[in-house]
């Protein structure tokens, strides 16, 4: 049987333990092809819930899903890299369900692909974004401070001042999400970090030969 044959087979079936401890290398040999199967469209997954900003302005002058367009645009528009960009599209992508920690759920969809230093830029977005509103909720602005001299603190600053703070322009001519598409499905095609990599970088229970 070739592999994509025994690929196909696998996701004709499905595991048939009640229990993990019950379960056989044939079960999770099926579970491994579900789940490659179903990681595939993370990107797509991603771009839905990400459209869920749309209509949702929180007060603000544009709504959160052009507040993220925007963001991308100018970062876009500032040459940053691809990967830079969709953290920038994606950084607010926790609005919906994170009221009170929404760049840890920006961080935790990127951490398995992106750098240390993007994800970090945008696990400390919110912190580092205070410095232009803290002070007027009477928080301190300068809580970013204690992250002076790590090696990210300027890529976060520039993150932060030059595209994020700026993106609440309901006359800045924004391109489409459409456009970012093809950068976000690039960037979550193939995962750098994660408990279920193994030491050749592929997916556990992987049946397919690597390229
Ligand atoms: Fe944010
Ligand atoms: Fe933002």
Redesign the pocket.
């Known amino acids: 049987m070739d592999s994509a044959t025994e690929s196909q087979d696998l996701l004709d079936h499905s595991a048939t333990f009640a229990a993990m401890t019950e379960a056989t290398p044939l079960d999770w040999q099926i579970v491994a092809a579900h789940n490659r199967a179903f990681a595939d469209d993370v990107a797509g997954r991603v771009l839905d819930h990400l459209r869920l900003l749309d209509g949702d302005c929180g007060g603000f002058a544009v709504d959160r899903l052009e507040h993220s367009v925007q963001t991308a645009t100018r970062a876009f528009r500032a040459n940053k890299s691809d990967e830079y960009v969709v953290c920038a599209l994606l950084?607010?992508i926790?609005?919906t369900l994170g009221s009170y920690n929404?760049?840890d759920i920006?961080a935790a969809i990127l951490k398995p692909f992106v750098s240390e230093d993007h994800l970090w830029m945008v696990e400390k977005?919110?912190i580092f974004?205070g410095y232009n509103f803290f002070h007027h909720l009477g928080l301190d602005r300068d809580m970013r401070d204690q992250f002076v001299g790590h090696r990210a603190y300027d890529l976060t600053v520039e993150f932060c001042q030059e595209f994020?703070q700026a993106a609440f322009d309901p006359s800045y001519d924004s391109m489409s999400l459409l456009e970012f598409v093809p950068a976000v499905e690039a960037l979550f095609a193939e995962p750098k970090n994660s408990i279920y990599l193994t030491e050749d970088g592929q997916m556990a229970g992987a049946t397919e030969p690597p390229d």
């Open positions: 950084h607010d926790g609005d929404h760049q920006a977005h919110a974004q994020d």
